[in-house]
């Protein structure tokens, strides 16, 4: 009994803060959204027509579908380039791993607020390195304001956003590789077997959990994201780059919609929760 | 596996590969290697790019991203540090970044002590709720969170950012401090107890001792992260005096739009103690970072 009232003593600190600025937040938003709210006060109980609006708000739904796409190219680009980057490591001297991983990750230590406005200029139309790049090659006419125009704006977003992500994968990817049996790589190498080979093989197979890891973490940052977009674009040019936590800012600090504020916040919530609960099943199988 | 052994593996694996492709033109090695460099590039040239601009001066703006800035001016950061208030946000970065980082590292390895050693009743309900809150948005909280700290006064206070971004940090550090204190040998705590100490002078005298690296890894992260926090102290925070760096910056861009020498002296100033710190700390970084991932 005195033992467990111990734990309970040391557990306290961290429960009572996290309990104070996270958990009660977060019923306090589930309990907002069944309200209509005027001015950042209660005018009337509103059940779930907050909800229902959700249907016909054609925002949301853009905003969703970027998240979307934000989840399936930073499984495919990020992730894909740090697991072929983190193999072809592994066979590289340990000097030459610390200093490339130092390179890789570097990005990643830069607040995205910054990295937002580098590239912003990288792709800034008049003096921007992109298309300069592009116009001493040749391509200038493939440039264009990157940032500014429907097509591209994601999309170019997204190339920050693997800036600052991939190193993170090359180094989780690192520590899996390294803690693989590497008697596995030299009995295919005896047999053999091309690079290509072990790295289909041996490589991609085993390292399995980490890729679910991995994608997962990703998947939840793409839902969550927004440094990068305020400060770039403030999911402009119209609602282009537009994701749901841009939506829940603007709903809340610039129309006041405390209610719909909540509402949107609580669908966020339940995404990102019901994504990870099903990963971590996945994770614990796997 | 020991780090040490598996370097030697590798370096292992490397020299069977040298003996294999002996003979045989390395193209495809050829092939890694070009790859290699083309994504240090892809992670360098921002970098390169903006720490150019910080010492260009006004006059060369216009002469190419990459022309080498002479002579070297660095009136750009005397400027953003002086008239632009760069001080002050340094100053609030700093005191918002090491008073987070402080109540993570009294908080979060009492919890992660606790859940790895000692009789917690409903452990892993309790362990569930703060694994949860490891995808938990802070955009999803804002919501509510402001209008509490509006009840509370702590709107435009730096407690006001310290305490809801010590409390974010919170599951990550609790989940890594379980994983950091479930390797600290039974034997060592129950020898502490038979020479009669109390639980937390063990805790004080026998465990924090043994996972000092594990600290040291959860400091450095936490910090990174209170650094970097951009959405909080913008909530939060009205008054000029108290914003971070992260703000700062942020706002800078807004207000003086074509100041680019002093944009890019402004963003230089927020990464560079990141940078520097991530370069001198690289094995504490990576430790913490991939401890959650591998296990």
């Known amino acids: 009994m005195t033992s467990q009232r111990t734990a309970i003593l040391f557990v306290l600190p961290a429960l009572a803060l996290y309990l104070a600025f996270v958990g009660l937040p977060i019923l306090q938003v589930a309990a907002y959204s069944l309200f209509t709210w005027d001015n950042g006060s209660v005018t009337g109980f509103a059940g779930l027509a907050n909800f229902t609006r959700l249907g016909g708000d054609t925002v949301f739904w853009t905003a969703l579908g970027h998240n979307g796409i934000w989840v399936v190219l930073t499984l495919a680009f990020p992730l894909m380039i740090g697991l072929l980057l983190a193999s072809i490591l592994a066979e590289c ?33 008049m003096f921007g390195l992109a298309n300069w790049a592009l116009d001493m090659v040749g391509l200038g006419a493939l440039g264009g304001a990157w940032l500014a125009e429907p097509s591209t704006a994601l999309y170019a977003l997204n190339v920050v956003g693997a800036w600052t992500f991939f190193g993170f994968c090359v180094l989780i990817y690192l520590a899996a590789i390294q803690a693989i049996d590497p008697s596995l790589y030299e009995a295919a190498q005896l047999d053999g077997a091309s690079w290509l080979k072990r790295f289909r093989f041996v490589t991609v ?26 400060v770039t674009t403030q999911g402009g040019p119209g609602y282009d780059t537009e994701v749901l936590t841009t939506h829940i800012y603007k709903t809340f600090f610039l129309v006041g919609d405390f209610g719909y504020a909540a509402t949107l916040s609580v669908v966020l919530l339940a995404i990102v929760l019901t994504v990870s609960g099903v990963s971590y099943r996945l994770l614990r199988s796997a | 596996m020991t780090a040490a052994t598996a370097l030697t593996a590798t370096r292992h694996t490397r020299q069977s590969a040298r003996r294999l492709t002996l003979g045989a033109f390395p193209a495809g090695r050829l092939l890694r290697h070009v790859i290699l460099l083309l994504f240090a590039l892809y992670a360098l040239a921002p970098v390169y790019l903006v720490l ?11 002469s190419g991203p990459l022309s080498l800035p002479w002579p ?7 400027r953003t540090w002086t008239e632009s208030g760069f001080a002050h946000y340094f100053v609030n970065s700093l005191i918002i970044s090491t008073g987070s980082t402080v109540l993570v590292l009294i908080t979060a390895p009492l919890a992660g002590y606790a859940f790895a050693k000692l009789d917690l009743p409903r452990k892993e309900l309790l362990f569930g709720l703060f694994l949860a809150g490891l995808v938990v948005p802070a955009p999803s909280v804002i919501v509510a969170l402001y209008g509490n700290l509006q009840k509370l006064g702590l709107l435009d206070t730096r407690l006001g950012v310290i305490l809801p971004q010590a409390a974010l940090l919170l599951p990550f550090s609790v989940f890594m401090m379980r994983t950091v204190m479930q390797d600290v040998p039974k034997e060592l705590i129950e020898a502490a107890a038979v020479d009669g100490a109390s639980p937390f002078t063990t805790y004080v005298r026998v465990v924090l001792p043994v996972v000092r690296p594990g600290l ?3 400091a450095l992260i936490a910090f990174l992260f209170s650094w970097q926090e951009y959405l909080l102290p913008l909530v939060v925070l009205q008054a000029d005096d108290l914003k971070p760096l992260t703000v700062g910056a942020a706002t800078l861009q807004g207000r003086y739009g074509v100041d680019y020498g002093g944009i890019a002296a402004a963003g230089t100033i927020a990464f560079g103690p990141l940078v520097v710190l991530f370069l001198v700390m690289q094995r504490s970084f990576v430790r913490g970072l991939t401890a959650g991932a591998v296990k």
């Not at chain 1, 793409?222 to 305020?230: E, K, Q, S």
Request: charged share 15%; net charge positive.
């Open chain 2, 216 to 218: 040291m890894s959860l």
């Open chain 2, 72 to 78: 070297i001016d660095f009136s750009n950061f005397s």
């Open chain 1, 205 to 230: 197979p085993l390292l399995k959990p980490t890729t679910l890891f991995l994608g997962l973490y990703a998947a939840i940052e793409a839902m969550r994201f927004f440094d990068l977009v305020w």
């Open chain 2, 52 to 62: 150019l601009a910080s010492v260009r001066s006004e006059a060369e703006l216009f």
């Open chain 1, 93 to 125: 001297s340990p000097r030459t791993v610390r200093i490339l991983g130092a390179i890789y990750f570097l990005p990643r230590t830069i607040p995205l607020v910054v990295a937002g406005i580098i590239w912003g200029w990288i792709y800034n139309p």
